[in-house]
């Protein structure tokens, strides 16, 4: 079946840096692959996807390109601020199957930004 | 009100009750989804509803009752739930053709 695996939290930084979250996966054929984030209290937002090899999402200065070779869709920002501390949700539906909609989650990496 | 309200955003129950969980979307989707968040676990998908009819039962005990009685609303009855059932339950929606799901704030949801 399918998978994701995230990097292991948490993850603390200062305000500025630079920020790289891991997420690898296995699935069949080409899966649709996302981020979410989730802010204290509150529930999942979608922050970013890629719905095809070497496509890259981008929002709110985050990055993640779809790697299909390496099965792999990092996320990443090149200047974290202090707003930017939440859980970060890698996931990916599969192609094709017999549930619609079917989103598998990574198990999810805290960030905390200090100032 | 616009995009997934689920109420209540906080509920404790004892094992013997009988509570539901409602879940409201605004968007015009037809698909909708209870998921259960844990500490240190992966969201686990429960149930996925698509123009009212139940397409997924993700292996959930028969104590999680979902309900789905348009493409607008979707319950979650609870029944003699156990301590390992406290989680957070969100609620999502998504239309079809696309592959984004919404999602609501959620049920903290404590069993004592």
């Known amino acids: 079946g399918n998978s994701v695996t995230q990097m292991e939290g948490p993850v603390t930084l200062s305000e500025e840096a630079f920020l790289t979250i891991n997420c690898t996966y296995t699935a069949t054929g080409y899966p649709s692959l996302f981020w979410y984030v989730q802010y204290p209290g509150e529930g999942l937002q979608l922050l970013l996807k890629a719905t095809k090899a070497d496509d890259k999402g981008s929002n709110k200065g985050f990055e993640a390109t779809y790697r299909k070779e390496t099965t792999s869709f990092h996320l990443e920002k090149g200047s974290v601020q202090v707003s930017d501390s939440a859980v970060y949700f890698c996931a990916l539906i599969g192609a094709g199957g017999t549930s619609y909609g079917k989103l598998t989650f990574g198990q999810g990496t805290i960030l905390t930004v200090h100032p | 009100e616009t995009g997934v309200t689920q109420t209540p955003r906080h509920l404790v129950m004892g094992m013997t009750n009988k509570k539901s969980l409602k879940c409201e979307q605004h968007l015009g989707h037809n698909a909708m989804y209870w998921y259960k968040q844990s500490a240190k676990k992966p969201l686990e998908l429960m149930f996925v509803y698509n123009f009212k009819e139940q397409t997924e039962n993700n292996s959930v005990p028969s104590r999680f009752s979902p309900e789905c009685p348009n493409s607008s609303h979707l319950f979650l009855h609870l029944h003699t739930l156990q301590p390992e059932d406290s989680a957070l339950y969100l609620c999502?929606?998504?239309?079809?053709?696309?592959?984004?799901?919404?999602f609501g704030p959620g049920t903290r949801l404590t069993v004592l």
């Open positions: 999502a929606s998504m239309s079809g053709g696309t592959d984004t799901q919404y």
